[in-house]
């Protein structure tokens, strides 16, 4: 695979040098070879994947949470036990509920404006929730308790570390914050002068890739606080950054932008090693619709793209050329990986949930139940469960199971 140059070594970085924080994380769990196929994936009792169904009468779903009374704009699961869900809404409300039945374990009170990130820690530990004005909350799992709360500037994205209790969020003055839970250390990240849009966490836990507006691209340091690179130039996008992907060995960044585009980044060098046209457009479109989902595949040499043109883009690392186009019959709005196999998933605009062979191209299944757009998806660490947040102001479980697993 040409994708650059190789990460520089490990310099031995520690949990008090970083706030001193955040210590790399050498424990990465990575996929040996090729995990199950589709072949061996059973979808329930679901029936739905001839097509012949009508989205509004069959419910596919194992639960339906309906606390909410507006659009669900997040959803995560935990990723340590797989038992508990978190979902965000317009109603400004976020609540914790048990993956099994539904039943509300607490809620999340106190926030300003719609709750759009939720998210759990690495360990399951705490689990954050952040609402568009700009007030982010941290809530333990066990207790119930919030042990910490602050306020920023309107909030773009959260992230938690992979291994450390460590929160990393952009908002829309620019700025990136990194904050050590519970104790409230804080660094910040200057922006210069347009929205963080959108931003993550690297795989080697001491660097953050982060997306601005402007379409340019950040790595930072996040032990020194410092850019270490700043991709600005002729060849930074030509609208605002919608979505960033880093590769599980480190080197390798992508982003999806409004200019229909998706480039493939040297994450030690900024230097763009393809620019992809990922849009596919409908030529009777007058605008060329955005890039909503950047995402690498863990096992296979592949990188996934999403469009609002509604097509599925399977691109192959080695070579940058297209594999396949799955296209879809609205917008696309998230694609998930399954974390222990090469099952990709979508969500989009119709309310559906599919699931695709990456080597055929073909649709395999679809999960069926919402009277609106889905707005978030979740998988949970084990790949037996999906949880969807949708404009119906609902959040649904669905089951999968792999046998043998």
Request: aromatic share 8%; with cysteine; hydrophobic share 35%.
């Amino acid at each position: 695979m040409e994708n650059g140059d190789e990460l520089p070594e490990d310099e031995g970085v520690g949990d008090e040098e970083l706030f001193e924080v955040i210590e790399r994380d050498e424990g990465f769990e990575e996929e040996d070879g090729l995990a199950m196929g589709l072949e061996d994936v059973e979808i329930g009792d679901n029936d739905s994947g001839e097509g012949d169904a009508d989205a509004e009468t069959v419910d596919d779903s194992l639960l339906t949470f309906d606390k909410h009374t507006a659009s669900v704009f997040s959803v995560a699961i935990d990723p340590a036990n797989n038992t508990h869900v978190v979902s965000g809404g317009e109603d400004d409300k976020a609540y914790v509920w048990k993956i099994s039945d539904g039943q509300v374990a607490f809620n999340c009170p106190g926030h300003k404006d719609s709750v759009t990130c939720t998210a759990f820690s690495h360990d399951s530990k705490f689990v954050s929730t952040g609402d568009m004005s700009g007030l982010v909350k941290v809530w333990e799992l066990e207790s119930a308790q919030e042990v910490w709360n602050f306020e920023c500037a309107d909030l773009e994205w959260l992230d938690w570390h992979h291994s450390a209790h460590v929160l990393l969020a952009g908002t829309a003055d620019g700025n990136v914050w990194m904050w050590k839970i519970p104790s409230g250390e804080t660094k910040t990240f200057q922006g210069h002068g347009c929205r963080s849009t959108c931003g993550m966490f690297m795989k080697d836990g001491i660097r953050a890739c982060v997306g601005y507006e402007d379409g340019s691209v950040k790595v930072w340091d996040v032990k020194k606080g410092t850019p270490a690179f700043h991709l600005s130039d002729g060849t930074s996008h030509e609208g605002s950054v919608t979505c960033i992907g880093c590769h599980k060995d480190g080197n390798l960044i992508a982003t999806g932008a409004e200019d229909s585009k998706s480039k493939i980044i040297n994450s030690t060098t900024g230097k763009v090693l393809v620019t992809l046209d990922a849009g596919f457009p409908d030529p009777r479109e007058e605008n060329p619709p955005s890039i909503e989902a950047v995402t690498f595949s863990d096992s296979l040499p592949i990188i996934a793209t999403a469009s609002l043109s509604g097509v599925l883009g399977l691109w192959d690392l080695t070579t940058y050329r297209l594999r396949q186009q799955c296209k879809h019959p609205a917008s696309i709005v998230r694609l998930k990986w399954d974390p222990t196999s090469s099952i990709l998933y979508s969500c989009c605009l119709d309310g559906v949930v599919r699931v695709w062979d990456i080597r055929s191209g073909n649709c395999e299944r679809e999960w069926l139940g919402h009277r609106s757009e889905i707005l978030d998806l979740a998988i949970s660490r084990n790949g037996t469960k999906i949880v969807t947040g949708s404009g119906d102001s609902t959040a649904k479980v669905f089951n999968v199971t792999i046998p043998g697993r």
